[in-house]
Nanobody, 128 residues
């Protein structure tokens, strides 16, 4: 069950991008999902997550600017990113979590080593 991301690119400070992640229907039923990112020289960061009951979490650095959502009919996970800043520059990964609950920290994510739980990553670059 692959996770296929799209939508990254280059955008100016203050611009917007929308990331998409195509998933199988079974994943949305069984798993919470989320987006993590990794900037050059830094560790991975949990950006946003959504539970199987549609509750959501956002990291402090993106709260009020990013929106996570999912289309259960089309089987797509989204991350709408508005008012982008240069510090948002990173590789963004779609992630499947081994739980139905809402993830709010990297504690579980850091132990996830199965490559099938991660998308291939999409580069987001915000120029100043």
């Amino acid at each position: 069950e692959r996770l296929v991301e799209s939508g990254g690119g280059l955008v100016q400070d203050g611009g917007s991008l929308k990331l998409s992640c195509a998933v199988s229907r079974n994943i949305f039923i069984r798993n919470s999902m989320g987006w993590c990112r990794q900037a050059p020289g830094k560790g991975r960061e949990l950006v946003a997550s959504i539970s199987t009951s549609d509750t959501t979490y956002y990291g402090d650095s993106v709260k009020g600017r990013f929106t996570i959502s999912r289309d259960t009919g089309a089987n797509i996970l989204y991350l709408q990113m508005d008012n982008l800043k240069p510090e948002d520059t990173a590789i963004y990964y779609c992630v499947r979590f081994p739980t139905t609950g809402l993830l709010t920290s990297m504690t579980l994510v850091e132990s996830m080593t199965n490559s099938n739980d991660w998308g291939q990553g999409t580069q987001v670059t915000v120029s100043s």
